[in-house]
């Protein structure tokens, strides 16, 4: 699993970076001001990028950037600069003192994650693990093709995107507006109005394949997969 660390002061950005990044199978860690980072960098862990925000408290990115680079601490782990400011030579400055791209606030995590995929030099998080597990559900991502308890359960586009998503985080709430951010692009016919229907449809025919209610609605927030079901399983 490749690790990143987001050093960023804005909870709700680094949330919100830390929930996208988990989804595609990255390990986070977090640091809130320079030094902070600086200071989980001269540690035994080592990220394999660095997203980094230049309006920290105490230190500023630039000036993390700049440590960085004097003791080469990064030691060749690239380093995305994630800023709202938007002049051109502040921009050149900071790839020129060492950073591999810089992304403009606000940002569309897509590109994001396209940018972190590039530096990174690897295929698809999804192509890593082709087979994902719960329990008696398994999802094979190269052959498109899922299972309940040995029984072949036949889904649509957006049921099959929901499933995977929601089996690489089996522990986790996915919120509904994350599940269709992360689904928008290969199931564009799923809406904010349609996503319930759909959620609705993949429990009932994972429930026909075998009995078994494999995911579970959290109130006004999302949807994830039920944790009794596969204990269930392992007894």
Same mark, same amino acid.
Not at 117 to 125: G, I, K
Not at 200 to 207: A, C, E, G, P, Y
């Given at each position: 699993? /490749?690790?990143?660390?987001?050093?960023?002061?804005? =909870?709700?950005?680094?949330?919100?970076?830390?929930?996208?990044?988990?989804?595609?199978?990255?390990?986070?860690?977090?640091?809130?001001?320079?030094?902070?980072?600086?200071?989980?960098?001269?540690?035994?862990?080592?990220?394999?990028?660095?997203?980094?925000?230049?309006?920290? *408290?105490?230190?500023?990115?630039?000036?993390?950037?700049?440590?960085?680079?004097?003791?080469?601490?990064?030691?060749?782990? *690239?380093?995305?600069?994630?800023?709202?400011?938007?002049?051109?030579?502040?921009? =050149?400055?900071?790839?020129?003192d060492g950073a591999v791209d810089y992304i403009?606030?606000?940002?569309?995590?897509?590109?994001?994650?396209?940018?972190?995929?590039?530096?990174?030099?690897?295929?698809?998080?999804?192509?890593?693990?082709?087979?994902?597990?719960?329990?008696?559900?398994?999802?094979?991502?190269?052959?498109?093709?899922?299972?309940?308890?040995?029984?072949?359960?036949?889904?649509?586009?957006?049921?099959?995107?929901?499933? /995977?998503?929601?089996? $690489?985080?089996?522990?986790?709430?996915?919120? /509904?507006?994350?599940?269709?951010?992360?689904?928008?692009?290969?199931?564009?016919?799923?809406?904010?109005?349609?996503?319930?229907?759909? =959620?609705?449809?993949?429990? $009932?025919?994972?429930?026909?394949?075998?009995?078994?209610?494999?995911?579970?609605?959290?109130?006004?927030?999302?949807?994830?997969?039920?944790?009794?079901?596969?204990?269930?399983?392992?007894?």
């Amino acid at each position: 699993m /490749k690790k990143i660390l987001i050093v960023d002061d804005d =909870v709700h950005i680094g949330n919100v970076l830390e929930e996208t990044l988990s989804l595609e199978g990255y390990g986070v860690s977090r640091a809130y001001s320079g030094t902070e980072a600086l200071l989980y960098l001269s540690g035994p862990a080592r990220p394999d990028l660095i997203l980094l925000d230049l309006m920290l *408290p105490g230190l500023s990115g630039e000036e993390v950037l700049a440590q960085l680079s004097e003791t080469q601490r990064c030691g060749g782990i *690239p380093v995305i600069v994630l800023s709202a400011k938007t002049d051109v030579p502040g921009k =050149v400055k900071l790839l020129l003192d060492g950073a591999v791209d810089y992304i403009t606030k606000p940002f569309d995590t897509r590109e994001l994650l396209a940018r972190i995929a590039v530096q990174l030099r690897l295929r698809p998080a999804s192509a890593a693990s082709p087979v994902l597990t719960f329990g008696g559900l398994s999802l094979d991502s190269d052959t498109r093709t899922v299972t309940a308890s040995g029984s072949e359960v036949h889904l649509t586009r957006t049921e099959y995107a929901i499933l /995977k998503i929601l089996l $690489r985080n089996p522990s986790q709430v996915i919120t /509904k507006s994350l599940l269709l951010d992360r689904i928008s692009e290969d199931t564009p016919d799923c809406t904010d109005s349609s996503l319930k229907m759909h =959620v609705s449809n993949l429990r $009932r025919k994972l429930r026909e394949a075998d009995g078994k209610d494999y995911i579970e609605a959290v109130w006004g927030i999302g949807f994830k997969m039920r944790e009794e079901t596969k204990n269930a399983e392992l007894r």
